[in-house]
């Protein structure tokens, strides 16, 4: 089991910034790919960005490319997501998942473990 802890969630103002941060434990020892999404009241979870077990790949979603960084340190078994140029319509629950000893992978399905979420309010 990995378990996830999000936090770093808050309202902020349009143009603003916001840095998620994801603590994994548990058995984190063969690494994990890890990925952000995101789920607005009344729309299915949707992809934000992932990234691989060591860190040097990554990919976004059109909405989050150029605006969101997802990074990781793997010795603090941590994974973030700086979020920049914020817009109301990144309004939503962040979640953080990941996936034990797999290089990278992108679907929700492909996520075992998840956290509990953090609430991310951008204001016009």
């Known amino acids: 089991q990995v378990q996830l802890v999000e936090s770093g969630g808050g309202l902020v103002q349009a143009g603003g910034s916001l840095r998620l941060s994801c603590a994994a434990s548990g058995r984190t020892a063969s690494g994990f790919a890890a990925g952000w999404f995101r789920q607005a009241p009344g729309k299915e979870r949707e992809f934000v960005a992932v990234i691989s077990k060591s860190g040097d790949s990554a990919y976004y979603s059109a909405s989050a490319k150029g605006r969101f960084t997802i990074s990781r340190d793997n010795a603090k078994n941590t994974v973030y997501l700086q979020m920049n140029s914020l817009k109301p319509e990144d309004t939503a629950v962040y979640y953080c998942?990941?996936?034990?000893?797999?290089?990278?992978?992108?679907?929700?399905?492909?996520?075992?473990?998840w956290g509990q979420g953090t609430q991310v309010t951008v204001s016009s």
């Open positions: 998942a990941a996936e034990e000893g797999v290089t990278l992978v992108f679907f929700p399905t492909d996520f075992r473990f």
